[in-house]
């Protein structure tokens, strides 16, 4: 309860806040990935298959149950937990990398609880909104650590070149699970390329931005260049797209870009779709199998960081002037941008 009693959960901004405690670690959580490299070593000598190893593991040392459940009697929901019947429900539309995330994220809240609590109360948040938020991540990442561990999914990386596509099946992941995991390659002694990610919808708006260690304002700004392919990707879904691009500041990065569509769609369904984008600086990128054929010194495509934020004149795709700059007004003349400006 804020001020006045007031909720403090519907004042503040807690989505801003957890990324903020997630930037300050950036992206890597050293003793949540240990243990879950630890657990998935335990994981694979029992079983082959991981999904049935954590199912094992859930219905004999927690008594957790796992029920899968037609669409129409989960119409609105992926998953649930039942702790009256003692079951882990899913839809029935869930894949099977859903499926594996969704076990290991409900393990993650039973035996990592100790180290998610404190890192938890570490963050010192002011609402429950931002703990609880905050709290799910940091059960998400145990969840992606324990698909895929640290030191087998880094040879895997190096070994493939960060080929996206083939770490999927070799995890058992969505492209998504895998763009995020590279996100988080930060520990100490061995260290993987240092990629950030976002992810957008046809509208351009955010859901998920992580600038890990890459130092990348990308990830960061408010606002997006239409002039990279990121937006793109929703004309060729399911498809990789690879760019140079090259900010203000002449800083360069390798980026790729592709759909993803959310499970649980059902026929008549309001379709939902996102893009993923993932980059890398340049100087780095040489190490990627998408970079194979591509002169990382040569030409690149200039863009910003959302036309409000970006002073490059003469831009066809440019929508509004760039703040604080003067608009220069001349009824005789019109050239290829909407606008024209004068310096700071």
Known sequence: IGAGGTDASATSDPISEVRREIERWRGHFADLDAMAETLADELRLGAGDLYGAIAERLRVKHQLTIRVLPVDVMPDMLRRTDLHARQLQFSETLDPASRTFAVAFQLAQIEARGEIDGLAKGAGFTDRASERLYRRHLASYFAAAVM??????????EATGYDIEL???RFGAGFEQVAHRLTTLQRVGARGLPFFMVRIDRAGQASKRFSG?????LAEAEGRCPLWRLHAAFDRPGTLAVQMVELEDATRWLTIARTVTPQGRRYGAVPAEFAVGLGVSAALGGAMAVARGLDLKGEATPIGLGCRACGRGNCPQRSLPPAGRALV???????VSAFTFGGD
Request: hydrophobic share 30%; charged share 25%.
């Open 213 to 217: 260690a890459s130092g990348s304002p």
């Open 167 to 169: 770490l999927q099946p």
């Open 148 to 157: 895929m561990p640290y030191a087998r999914f880094l040879r895997a990386c």
């Open 329 to 335: 007004l001349n009824e005789r003349e019109r050239g």
